[in-house]
C-alpha cells in the first residue's frame, strides 16, 4: 500500500471511529437488553430449546434468587433488631425501602425508565440524588410509614454501620450485586 493509499484508509478509519463511538452514549441503556436478548437466544441454539423456554427459565431464575436474597436480608435485618444495632422503626423503614423499590421500579415501563433517565442526566449527582431522595420518602409515606428524608438517612446510616447496606464495616454481606444505594 503506498503512502496516499495509507492515509487515506487512516482517516476514514478515523472518520468512522468517530460516527460509530457518537452514538454508543444513546444505545448503550440498550446494549444491557440486546446482551441479554443475544445470550439467551446463544444458550437456546447451543441446548438445542426453543428461546421462550430458555427466557422463561432465566426469569424465574432471577425471581428465585431475589426471593432468596430478600430473605436473607430480611433476616439481616431482624437479627441487627435483636443484636440492638437497629430499632425496630429503622428494621420497619428498610423492610419498606424494599417494597418501595420494587413499586418504583414496577411502575414504570422500561421505556419509561430510559426517558426518565435521559431527562436527568444533565442533573448534577446532588440533584439525582435529591429526587431519587424525594420519590422514596413520597413512597414510603404513601405506604403509611409517615417518615422523612432525615430519618431514612439515619437508617441507612445505621444499616450500614450494622453491615446490611453496603459500605458498612464489612461490606454488607447480604446486598445483591449490582444492587445500589437508594441515596
Do not use: C, H, W, Y
Not at 119 to 125: E, G, H
Request: aromatic share 2%.
Amino acid at each position: 500500500m503506498n503512502k496516499k493509499n495509507l492515509m487515506i484508509a487512516g482517516a476514514m478509519a478515523l472518520g468512522l471511529g468517530a460516527v460509530t463511538l457518537v452514538p454508543i452514549g444513546l444505545v448503550s441503556a440498550q446494549v444491557s437488553t440486546q446482551a441479554n436478548t443475544t445470550f439467551v437466544a446463544k444458550l437456546a441454539e447451543r441446548l438445542g430449546i426453543s428461546q421462550d423456554t430458555v427466557q422463561t427459565a432465566v426469569d424465574s431464575t432471577k425471581k428465585e434468587l431475589k426471593t432468596e436474597r430478600d430473605a436473607q436480608r430480611t433476616e439481616a435485618i431482624a437479627q441487627a433488631v435483636t443484636n440492638g444495632k437497629l430499632t425496630q422503626r429503622q428494621a420497619d423503614i428498610l423492610n419498606k425501602m424494599d417494597e418501595a423499590r420494587d413499586s418504583l421500579r414496577d411502575s414504570m415501563t422500561k421505556q419509561e425508565r430510559q426517558a426518565e433517565r435521559e431527562a436527568d442526566k444533565d442533573l448534577t449527582k446532588e440533584e439525582r440524588k435529591a429526587k431519587m431522595e424525594t420519590q422514596l420518602v413520597d413512597t414510603l409515606n404513601q405506604s403509611g410509614l409517615n417518615t422523612n428524608a432525615e430519618e431514612v438517612t439515619a437508617t441507612i446510616e445505621a444499616a450500614k454501620n450494622a453491615d446490611i447496606l453496603k459500605g458498612g464495616k464489612g461490606g454488607g454481606p447480604v446486598r445483591a450485586r449490582g444492587e445500589r444505594e437508594i441515596f
